[in-house]
């Protein structure tokens, strides 16, 4: 793990197929065309916006990095915020917001998790591993951009009140004015407590003639901010973030030798001249997709395109892009990348960043044109398994239309968990089969929620299992168990159950419906 030191450890929630999983996921996709919801700085934004910045020569650029930001994300607060973003944006929603408000509560507070045979619940921040948590804590930061940009803030005490003077905390009622940057009592205001609290997330001005300046150079990626100001101010400014919530800290990274980290970019600053050059953190490894490994060949060489792209977006030179190539070669040649595999895309992707047609270009133009009316294709998932994939996937597509997308098996499916096991009576979207201890019969079925729910409508009528342990004189308060398949695919998982019923032919199961569900490729 890249850790910087003094970094405490926290969890990291794994939620594929936990019931959080499904809402989380379902929620997120309500926030994909909000703004501020999602990541709008990128390498190239950055690059260009350092390299046109026309910096006084008493200014230099700093960035600041949030320490601990999931686990201190206020949830309450942030979900508010998100409610803000999320109804003012035009979107078409299908639930109002005190519905979508109690969904994201269910979604991220008081979220339960097994660590080494202890439960725990998380009781405030967002949990790493929820895709909702990137956007309340992206959505949570931006509402103090205005601040953290802020090229002049005043220099009066921060804590206080800029009308009576007298301090004002986080626990009372106050608003922050959106010109002066300080905050004010609701009882130095017009405003009623209600009023105030519908103002949360929105411009308000305490009717001050202030306008602060903002930075020639400012970007976030999510808790990673790069700024710009004057030298003698950044002390002030480090003090001024420090103070605008009790959950935020920030910690700062000056100018070392003249340059700056920031992305994938290092940022080469002087009053004369700027450049910038593609950047590895020294923790970085340097592994990736091996040569030899069985995966597609197209995925070996969008490694190589797309690290030649990182490159020509992050450096500002022709040398530095020629450094960086040769950076990156050594780290393909490592993976057992051949000089005679990787040398002719990288001068083909070369010549497509440059504007130059390439001879695959002019191959594949008639090709593109062919198939640009089918980006609603099919699509199917398979497994790749070397050679014969291919061939399987051209005879495939040769009698249907769709697209074949092939996944890969990892090295650590192949070694054990390193994940606290769960109770399997806690296991849900799983096929089981119960014992009768009085005699050999048994019961196949499937469910979609806990193991041990399913298990207990079982002990009552008018279930099957509860008249055969009534006859065979069983102990119907202690069903023998036992997890036979799982798969997070519900329809996947009826295929599995009239499978396993077909093979164990259960002498409890009595309905014969399975025998009716068709067995067939979903494309």
Known sequence: ?????GTPLRPVLSLPGSCYDRLNKWLSNLFV?????NI????????DMVLEAHLEPDECIFSLDVKSLYTNVPVNEAIELACDALYTSGSTLAIDRSTCRALMKLAVTDVSFLCEGDWYQQKDGVAMGASLAVILANIWLKSFERSLSAQNPLPQDLDCCSKCGRNVTWQGYSIECQKCLHWVHRTCTDLSVSQLKSMVGREWDCGCNVQIAHAKVFGRYVDDILRSAKQDQIDNILYRVNQLHPNLEFTI????DGGIPFLDMYIKYSPSITQTRWYQKDTDTGLTLSFRATAPTRYKRNIIQGTVHRIFNATSSWPDFHSGLEEATCIWEANQYPPQFYHPIVNDTIKKLVGQPSETTKASTTVTGHNANRSNRNVFIMQYRGKISDRFSRKLKNMIDLSVVFTTRKLKTALPSLKCKTDPSLCSKVVYQIFC???ESSYVGQTVRHLATRLQEHRRPPSSVFEHFTECHGNINDLQ????????D???LLTLEALHISRLKPSMNKKEEYRSRPLTVKL
């Open 1 to 5: 793990m890249n850790l910087k030191p």
């Open 33 to 37: 065309k909000v703004p501020g919801a």
């Open 40 to 47: 709008e700085t990128s390498t190239v934004k950055m690059k």
């Open 253 to 256: 990274e000056r100018l070392s």
């Open 437 to 439: 201890s009085g005699c």
């Open 481 to 488: 168990s036992k997890v036979i398949d799982r798969s997070n």
């Open 490 to 492: 519900e329809i996947k």
